[in-house]
């Protein structure tokens, strides 16, 4: 199957802020990615269900909440309950200096705090899926 490579973007709990989300969502379309967007407030269940059936290469979480940590290792461990545990998960938002380092511990596979260029989030996210097949 070849086209271009599809990322999930997801706003994950109760934050229903999804600007940021949107403008991501938007660069990585506009780099050549097939993004499916998920709107606010999505259950962790609904997101590792809408990875699956979508075939996604990444999931992409957007969360301003506060609640990034708990959010990032329930997703993580929910799609690899599903066997989806090569589908890498990347976070972006409200995320402080000290929390980098947790995302990473809980399955992140990269981390984009608020401001972080979008030039750069499109690159970590192209070398990401270029180490696929």
Known sequence: MTGPVRILVA???????DRGAKLVARGLRDAGF?????GIRWRVA????TAVQEDVAVVGLSILSGAH??????T??????AG??????????????ADVALLREAGAAAVFPTGTP????VAD??????QEG
């Open 11 to 17: 706003k994950p709990g109760l934050d229903g802020h």
């Open 34 to 38: 097939e993004v499916v967007f998920t």
């Open 46 to 49: 609904d997101i590792v269900a």
């Open 125 to 130: 996210i192209r070398a990401l899926t270029a």
């Open 84 to 97: 989806a545990h090569d589908i890498p998960v990347v976070v972006g938002g409200t995320i402080p200096a």
């Open 118 to 121: 979008l030039h750069a989030i």
């Open 69 to 74: 940590v708990t959010l990032t290792r329930r």
């Open 76 to 81: 993580v461990g929910g799609l690899r309950a």
